[in-house]
């Protein structure tokens, strides 16, 4: 009975050792299939475009273009398939800030606020370690900000539309909708300032 359990136990670690050693061979055609995806794409054949990202991602689930482009592609017309996708992207790429923005976009756009503002604070601390020097960030608090006050969480929302101010202080819907929600907790004099 040992002897059939190191069998099995070595024949696992070959199988192992040998999907190893074709990971990065395997990396390599998914990110040509997924070039080639992308080359559909910007000719108009979103169809063929995703089967090449489809397959793509098969072949090998790290080639983070190819769930960018389908969710490019998804969040026109099927807004469950993209977040589908977001989803599966933001457990192999965790640590991956814009990963997150994409799913959380996702979540606000079905009115699943409380998701996507746990999204959205996934996105804000992992800029915070990536940098946010990216030009998205402001982003992450305007939205972030929004949800809450589709929540009617209006003096949350106020801090992060300032902190969204902090990061884009010339663009006048960040400034329009905290003073909407300055009215709602009856701060007039900073709603009119906004």
């Not at 398939?81 to 991956?96: G, L, P, R, Y």
Request: proline residues 2%.
């Amino acid at each position: 009975m040992m002897k059939i359990y190191y069998l099995l136990l070595f024949l696992a670690l070959v199988h192992w050792s040998k999907a190893q050693e074709f990971t990065n061979e395997k990396f390599v055609l998914a990110q040509q299939m997924s070039n080639k995806g992308f080359e559909k794409l910007m000719k108009g054949d979103s169809r063929g475009a995703e089967i090449l990202f489809l397959n793509a991602l098969k072949l090998d689930p790290r080639v983070r273009e190819a769930y960018m482009n389908l969710n490019s592609i998804y969040k026109e017309h099927n807004m469950e398939a993209a977040i589908k996708i977001m989803e599966t992207a933001s457990s192999v790429f965790s640590d991956d800030d814009e990963v997150w923005y994409c799913l959380a976009n996702g979540y606000y756009q079905q009115n699943h606020f409380e998701k996507a503002i746990e999204a959205y604070s996934n996105a804000i601390e992992l800029s915070k370690v990536n940098g946010e020097d990216f030009g998205l960030v402001w982003s992450y608090y305007f939205n972030k900000a929004n949800s809450l006050a589709k929540l009617n969480r209006n003096k949350d929302s106020i801090e992060f539309y300032s902190k969204a101010i902090e990061f884009n202080p010339k663009n006048p819907n960040i400034y329009f909708n905290r003073g909407m929600n300055y009215l709602m907790i009856k701060q007039k004099e900073l709603a009119r300032k906004d």
